[in-house]
């Protein structure tokens, strides 16, 4: 049996108060393993910043000026950068890579993945309520159903 080097871990987070403990856990798993890391963020439907009022998450405060529904997505994309720099900034390593992307969840995940050349994936999940996981579907889900590396999923829910 011949044992598989992971090289380069792939951090997927949302802008969620629970992305800190994915974050953590993810990048304890890296280092464990002498793996590279990058953290990416998706950018989703504008309206989640502007309604998200959460503390403080890992330093980073919030999206700035993201009121009235004056939304772009170059003010969306420079705030995230902010955020995932915050991240890597309380995970005390400045090698970590950043990136942000815009579109389906799945298809960035996976597109980040094969461009980054990731041994892994690392991502959370959230408790959803049923009738939404049937409408709408779970991002995690479907990496798991299309993803050719291993996935680590952090659960999330309280």
């Not at 049996?1 to 380069?8: G, P, S, V, Y």
């Not at 995230?80 to 799945?106: Q, T």
Request: aromatic share 6%; net charge neutral.
């Amino acid at each position: 049996m011949e044992i598989i080097k992971l090289k380069r871990v792939l951090i997927a987070l949302d802008y969620n108060p629970s992305a800190q403990k994915v974050a953590e856990v993810g990048y304890s798993i890296a280092k464990t393993l002498g793996a590279e890391c990058m953290l990416l963020h998706i950018l989703s439907t504008p309206i989640i910043y502007t309604s998200v009022n959460y503390d403080p998450i890992m330093g980073f405060s919030g999206f700035e000026a993201l009121e009235n529904y004056q939304l772009n997505s170059e003010l969306l994309s420079k705030s995230a950068k902010k955020y995932l720099d915050k991240v890597k900034k309380h995970l005390g390593d400045s090698k970590i890579e950043i990136i942000v992307k815009e579109g389906e969840f799945d298809q960035q995940i996976m597109e980040t993945t094969k461009n980054y050349k990731a041994d892994m994936i690392v991502m959370g999940t959230h408790s959803h309520q049923w009738l939404e996981k049937i409408l709408v579907g779970s991002t995690t889900e479907s990496i798991i159903q299309i993803s050719q590396i291993p996935i680590l999923v952090v659960p999330t829910n309280k």
